[in-house]
C-alpha cells in the first residue's frame, strides 16, 4: 500500500491549498504516498506538514513579477476581472506546469486536482491516470439548474425553474461556454496536442477537460445538496480542516490570548490570504466600525493598517478555528476557507465579497439565516446597520449554533481519503 501513490494539485490561495493538506494528511494515515502538486512558495508548508511535495509552477512572486504590476494591482485586477487570472497568470505557465507534472504523475494511482490546476487533467490523461475532481465550493460545479449567484452568472434565471427557466439557461449556457472556449481553449488545446492528446470539446474553466473518475464536493452539504446536473459519480464529504501558517501546529500568539481574555468578545475581521494585500482601507473602515458601536475587534492583516487604539488587535496570522469561537460576530470576504471555520465556529457572520464565489456564499449563508452579507460600498458607507442586525437579533446565533453542529459532525479529510482508497482499489 506505500507505494500507491496519490497526487493532489492545487492552485489558489490557502483556501484552495488547506484541504489538499488535509486530505493528504489523512490519505498518509492509510499507508498511501500523496504528493502534493503545488506553487513552488507553497512547497515548504506542505513538507512542514509532513508530506512530499512538488513545484509545477513558479512562485506567486514570479507570477506577479511576469505581469509587470505590483502585487495590490494584480489583487485588484483579479477582484475585477477572472479572464485576467486566467490570460496573464494561470495560461502563461501551462506548458512547462505540465511538462513538470508528467513526471510527478509518472506510476501515480489517481490524480486529484482543483479547478483551476488546469495541468492536473492533461498530465492524467496523457498518463492513463484516472482523475479525480476537486470541488472547493458550490459555485465549481457550474450548474445551470442551480446557477451560482455571482458577477458573470447575472443572465442566467433561478431557481425554482420551470420549462422555459431551463431552456433559458441552456441558452446561456451555450453562450458562455462559447465564449470561453474563443477566449482559452486555443492555448489549452496547444498542450493538450504536445502531449499526444486531442482537442477537448470541455469548456475551460468550468469543465476539467478530460473525463472524471469521480468528483468530491469538499464543503459542508449545510451549503446545498450536489446539482442535479453535475458530473458523476459526486459526492460531498464536509469540509477538509487544516488551520496552520506554516505547516506545523500553530497555537494563538500569547499576546492575543491575553487581549481575548482583557475584555468582552471582539468583532474578528478576516480577508483571507488575498484580498489583504488591496484592502487596508477595509479594516481601517472596520476598525473605525467597532469603535463606534463601542467594541473590541482584532484584524487579521498581514500589512498594518496604521490604526492605533488599545481596543483593536492587528494580528498577521491567527488560527481561524481557535480565534473564531472567541468572536462576537465574524466580519469577512466570504472565501471558502475563512467560510467554513466560521460556519464551525456558530458565531454570526457578517460576508462583504469582493469576488467570484464569495457572493454565491454570501447569498447561502443568508439562506441559513447564520449571518446577512453587504456589499463593498455599503460597508464603507455604513457598515454598522448590518452588524447591528447580526448582534441584536439572536435568531442569527441560534442559527449558526444549529449549522455549526451539523459541520462539525463531517468528517471531510477522512472521507475524502476513503473515497480515494475505495477508487484505487477497484
Not at 322 to 350: D, E, Y
Not at 388 to 393: G, H, V
Request: with cysteine; charged share 20%.
Amino acid at each position: 500500500m506505500t507505494n500507491r501513490k496519490i497526487i493532489l494539485a492545487t492552485v489558489g490561495s490557502l483556501g484552495d491549498l488547506h484541504p489538499f493538506l488535509a486530505i493528504g494528511q489523512a490519505l498518509r494515515a492509510r499507508g498511501l504516498r500523496p504528493i502534493l502538486a503545488v506553487p513552488l512558495d507553497q512547497v515548504s508548508k506542505c513538507r512542514d506538514a509532513g508530506l512530499e511535495a512538488e513545484a509545477i509552477l513558479p512562485s506567486f512572486d514570479e507570477l506577479g513579477r511576469a505581469t509587470g504590476l505590483e502585487d495590490d494591482e494584480i489583487v485588484r485586477k483579479v477582484i475585477a476581472d477572472t479572464n485576467f487570472l486566467v490570460n496573464q497568470i494561470l495560461l502563461p505557465p501551462l506548458g512547462e506546469s505540465t511538462n513538470r507534472l508528467m513526471e510527478i504523475v509518472s506510476e501515480a494511482d489517481a490524480v486529484v486536482g482543483s479547478i483551476f490546476a488546469l495541468a492536473a487533467p492533461i498530465a492524467a490523461e496523457a498518463r492513463s491516470v484516472p482523475y479525480i475532481s476537486a470541488v472547493l465550493q458550490p459555485m465549481s460545479w457550474f450548474s445551470l439548474l442551480d446557477p451560482p449567484v455571482a458577477p458573470g452568472f447575472g443572465g442566467l434565471v433561478k431557481p425554482p425553474l420551470g420549462i422555459m427557466g431551463k431552456n433559458w439557461n441552456r441558452l446561456i449556457g451555450a453562450m458562455m461556454a462559447t465564449e470561453l472556449k474563443r477566449r482559452y481553449a486555443k492555448r489549452i488545446n496547444a498542450v493538450r496536442l504536445s502531449h499526444g492528446l486531442a482537442k477537448s470539446s470541455a469548456t475551460p474553466v468550468l469543465q476539467p477537460g478530460t473525463r472524471l473518475t469521480y468528483s468530491l464536493g469538499l464543503y459542508s452539504s449545510s451549503l446545498g445538496d450536489i446539482p442535479a446536473d453535475a458530473p458523476q459519480p459526486a459526492s460531498l464529504t464536509g469540509f477538509p480542516w487544516f488551520d496552520s501558517a506554516d505547516g506545523k501546529p500553530t497555537p494563538l500568539p500569547e499576546d492575543l490570548s491575553c487581549f481575548l481574555e482583557e475584555g468582552p468578545p471582539p468583532l474578528v475581521v478576516s480577508l483571507g490570504s488575498f484580498v489583504p494585500f488591496a484592502a487596508q482601507e477595509f479594516y481601517r473602515r472596520a476598525a473605525a466600525i467597532a469603535l463606534e458601536l463601542k467594541m473590541r475587534a482584532i484584524l487579521l492583516t498581514q500589512f498594518d493598517p496604521g490604526i492605533d487604539e488599545p481596543s483593536i488587535k492587528v494580528v498577521g496570522y491567527a488560527p481561524h478555528s481557535l480565534l473564531f469561537p472567541h468572536a462576537a460576530a465574524i466580519i469577512h470576504h466570504g472565501g471558502i476557507g475563512t467560510l467554513g471555520q466560521a460556519l464551525r465556529s456558530g458565531k454570526p457572520q457578517l460576508i462583504v465579497p469582493f469576488m467570484g464565489d464569495q457572493f454565491d456564499h454570501a447569498k447561502r449563508l443568508e439562506r441559513l439565516g447564520a449571518g446577512v452579507s453587504a456589499s463593498v460600498d455599503a460597508f464603507m458607507q455604513n457598515g454598522t446597520d448590518p452588524l447591528r442586525k447580526i448582534l441584536s437579533d439572536p435568531n442569527y446565533e441560534i442559527n449558526a449554533n444549529r449549522v455549526a453542529q451539523k459541520v462539525r459532525e463531517e468528517s471531510g479529510a477522512d472521507v475524502a481519503a476513503d473515497k480515494i482508497l475505495e477508487i484505487i482499489q477497484k
